[in-house]
């Protein structure tokens, strides 16, 4: 079939009406960038010729030379048959206005906390000048260091990941977007060797619990599973970032962690913190927000004698 629409196709549309076909046949699952076959083609398609990705009309009538048709089919053939995410065909992915280079060394960009910078937090950073020291946990591609850093502009941030690999493809961003003098990659287990007191803590640490990751659908599983799962109940590491949030964080510093569909375990675990759960776009049971005050309050301050984690 792909041969034959090799020889046959001429235009955008063709390749269009081609794509959306092979990938409801395929019954593929999406999440990556778009939410249907018809987005994820058009996309894909105008990715691939170089060509403005939010302007389709003015090209679906524009014939294509024989090399063009011929790459852009390999790629559609890629995405319905070995359900390769999108984002790792073009190795481009969006967050907002923010584009990041990405393949299969870290997370495809969709966390919730890119919302969430800068003013949906004023209530509790009035100013963004008062941000100077920052920390991204979990950094993988960088995106949202790079993003803390357009909205703190006096910031200065550590982005941390366990992944080698992952540091490898946060430092081609970090360079993309010329950030190399404001954002520092640091190898490490989540909070291991930091010492440094910051005003603003935010995480996207894995949070996909066992049972979970063994369902998840064939396009997840092209990601690096380090990225995804966290123990039985996945919060091993949203533990591990509670346990030392406090000697972390300056007097009046923020914490901001996303933990996916986890709320009412986490909730269940900490009954003494007062959790806040900031709006988003898919709702307000995804993203918690606490400050240093609360931890310390709650009697997290001393990550040796949390009383809660204790007793979970």
Known sequence: MYEEAASAFQTVRDLMRFAVSRFNEAELTYGHGTQNA????????????????????????????????ADVLALIRRRAEERVPVAYLTNEAWQGEFNFYVDERVLVPRSFIYELMGEPLAPWIEHPELVHRALDLCTGSGCLAIQMAHHYPDAEIDAVDISLDAL?????????????????????????????????????????DA??????????????ELA????????????????????LLNPQGVLLVEIGHNRDVLEAAYPSLPFVWMETQSGDGF????????????????????ADFADS
């Open 287 to 306: 993203v918690f927000l606490l400050t240093r005050e609360d931890l310390v309050a709650a009697g997290m301050g001393d990550p040796m004698n949390d």
């Open 211 to 224: 049972e979970s990751v063994a369902a998840l659908p064939a396009e997840y599983l092209h990601e690096p």
């Open 38 to 69: 018809y987005d994820e083609a058009a996309y894909l398609i105008l990715s691939a010729l170089n060509l403005p990705i939010q302007q389709l009309e003015p090209y679906l009538d524009a014939r294509l030379l024989p090399g063009e048709v």
């Open 228 to 247: 995804l799962g966290s123990g039985e109940d996945g919060l091993d590491a949203t533990h591990v970032i509670l346990q030392n949030a406090a000697r």
């Open 168 to 208: 490898e493809v946060a430092s081609i961003n970090i360079q993309n977007y010329g950030l190399e003098d404001r954002i520092q990659l640091i190898h490490s287990d989540l909070v291991e060797g930091l010492e440094e007191p910051y005003d603003l803590i935010i995480s996207n640490p894995p949070y996909v």
